[in-house]
């Protein structure tokens, strides 16, 4: 866990060290339904994240953004690795971009402890405006791709 959190520091001092006129942004967005709310952190095509919410394991995650794919996907998305705070499993998120641009999109999360797939949930995802959530929640992401792994 202390590699991956020194990985994610310095990939972190590298974005903010940028020049001024890079294509650096940052957005916020809520997996609909849950309680966290993602701050990623955009730098051409790398991407770092923080997973925080009200009563929600924080976590934090890098990774790429993916514009070139195959003709069967519209738009791009991002793939994250993320680690949570206090727990032992890894976490890949994919988040497809809505290419109409409404800040809206699907969202995709594989959950395992042992490198196989252990399980997964899906949903939407919506923008962060002015620092009202549009879909809140009170569940984890974390809590319920468990809990669905565990009924399977």
Not at 39 to 62: I, K, M, R, S
Not at 102 to 128: A, D, F, K, R, W
Request: include cysteine; charged fraction near 15%.
């Amino acid at each position: 866990m202390k590699a991956f959190r020194f990985a994610l520091f310095v990939a972190s001092l590298a974005m903010l060290s940028a020049p001024a006129s890079a294509r650096y942004r940052t957005t916020q967005i809520s997996l609909d339904g849950t309680c966290h709310v993602l701050t990623l952190f955009w730098y051409e095509q790398t991407v770092g994240a923080t997973f925080a919410g009200d009563n929600c394991p924080t976590g934090l995650g890098t990774g790429l953004v993916v514009t070139d794919f195959p003709h069967s996907v519209r738009g791009h998305f991002t793939t994250l690795g993320v680690r949570f705070d206090g727990d032992d499993a890894a976490y890949y998120v994919f988040l497809s971009h809505d290419y109409r641009h409404t800040g809206h999109g699907g969202y995709e999360i594989l959950y395992t402890t042992n490198g196989l797939g252990q399980g997964s949930i899906g949903g939407t995802y919506s923008p962060v405006k002015n620092g009202v959530v549009e879909k809140p929640g009170r569940e984890s992401i974390t809590s319920r791709v468990k809990r669905r792994s565990d009924s399977n």
